[in-house]
C-alpha cells in the first residue's frame, strides 16, 4: 500500500475479490460439499465457513483459492461427522426418543450401499462426479449445468450419458447386480 492510498484500502480490494470469487464459485463448492455429505443445509454451512476463515486468514497468501476452500470445507465436514457420531454414540437410545422405527438391517444395507456409491462417484474423473451430482443430487436440468460447467445443454446430457455409464460399470465392479441400481 502506497501512502497516497487510504488506510484499508487493500483490504477493502481483498474483500472484494473474496466476494467476487464467492459468487462465481460458491455454487460449484457447494455441490462438492453436497457430494461429500448429502445435507443440502450442511454444504451451505460448510461453504460459508471456508471463506469465513479466508476472511479470517491473515498467514501465507493463498496460491489456489479453489483449492484452499476445498480443503477448508472439507475439513470443517469431516469436524462436523466426528462430533456428530460422537455425540450420537452418547445416546444409544435416540431412535426411540424422537420416534422413529429404525430397522438396523435396512439401515446397515443402506449405510453399505451409499459407502459404494461414494467409492464409486469417487473413481470417476472431477467433471463426470460434478455433473452427476448436479443433475441427481440437485435436480437441475441440463441447461443448467451446462451454465456452471461452461458447455451446452446437448454436451451436458452426452457427459452425463457417459457418466451414468462410467458409474454403472464401476458398480458392477464393485459386486453389484444390474437390477440394484
Same mark, same amino acid.
Given at each position: 500500500?502506497?501512502?497516497?492510498?487510504?488506510?484499508?484500502?487493500?483490504?477493502?480490494? +481483498?474483500?472484494?475479490?473474496?466476494?467476487?470469487?464467492?459468487?462465481?464459485?460458491? +455454487?460449484?463448492?457447494?455441490?462438492?460439499?453436497?457430494?461429500?455429505?448429502?445435507?443440502?443445509?450442511? /454444504?451451505?454451512?460448510?461453504?460459508?465457513? /471456508?471463506?469465513?476463515?479466508?476472511?479470517?486468514?491473515?498467514?501465507?497468501?493463498? =496460491? $489456489?483459492?479453489? /483449492?484452499?476452500?476445498?480443503?477448508?470445507?472439507?475439513?470443517?465436514?469431516?469436524?462436523?461427522a466426528r462430533r456428530k457420531s460422537s455425540s450420537c454414540s452418547?445416546?444409544?437410545?435416540?431412535?426411540?426418543?424422537?420416534? #422413529?422405527?429404525?430397522?438396523? =438391517?435396512?439401515?446397515?444395507?443402506?449405510?453399505? +450401499?451409499? !459407502?459404494?456409491?461414494?467409492?464409486? !462417484?469417487?473413481?470417476?474423473?472431477?467433471?463426470?462426479? @460434478?455433473?452427476?451430482?448436479? @443433475?441427481?443430487?440437485?435436480?437441475?436440468?441440463? /441447461?443448467?449445468?451446462?451454465?456452471?460447467?461452461?458447455?451446452?445443454? #446437448?454436451?451436458? $446430457?452426452? +457427459?452425463?450419458?457417459?457418466? =451414468?455409464?462410467?458409474?454403472?460399470?464401476?458398480?458392477?465392479?464393485?459386486?453389484?447386480?444390474?437390477?440394484?441400481?
Open positions: 500500500m502506497t501512502s497516497s492510498e487510504p488506510a484499508g484500502s487493500g483490504l477493502l480490494a +481483498r474483500n472484494e475479490e473474496i466476494a467476487h470469487f464467492y459468487r462465481e464459485n460458491a +455454487r460449484e463448492l457447494w455441490a462438492i460439499f453436497y457430494s461429500m455429505c448429502s445435507d443440502p443445509e450442511r /454444504a451451505h454451512d460448510a461453504v460459508q465457513e /471456508a471463506f469465513a476463515r479466508l476472511y479470517d486468514h491473515h498467514g501465507e497468501p493463498v =496460491r $489456489d483459492l479453489r /483449492a484452499w476452500l476445498l480443503r477448508v470445507g472439507q475439513n470443517w465436514l469431516r469436524d462436523v452418547l445416546l444409544p437410545g435416540l431412535d426411540e426418543f424422537t420416534g #422413529a422405527a429404525v430397522d438396523p =438391517r435396512q439401515s446397515a444395507e443402506l449405510h453399505e +450401499r451409499q !459407502l459404494q456409491i461414494r467409492a464409486a !462417484l469417487a473413481e470417476l474423473n472431477e467433471d463426470d462426479r @460434478k455433473v452427476l451430482v448436479m @443433475k441427481y443430487s440437485m435436480d437441475w436440468s441440463a /441447461a443448467q449445468i451446462g451454465t456452471v460447467m461452461n458447455s451446452s445443454a #446437448a454436451a451436458i $446430457d452426452m +457427459r452425463l450419458s457417459r457418466a =451414468r455409464r462410467r458409474l454403472a460399470e464401476i458398480l458392477v465392479e464393485q459386486g453389484y447386480q444390474h437390477e440394484e441400481f
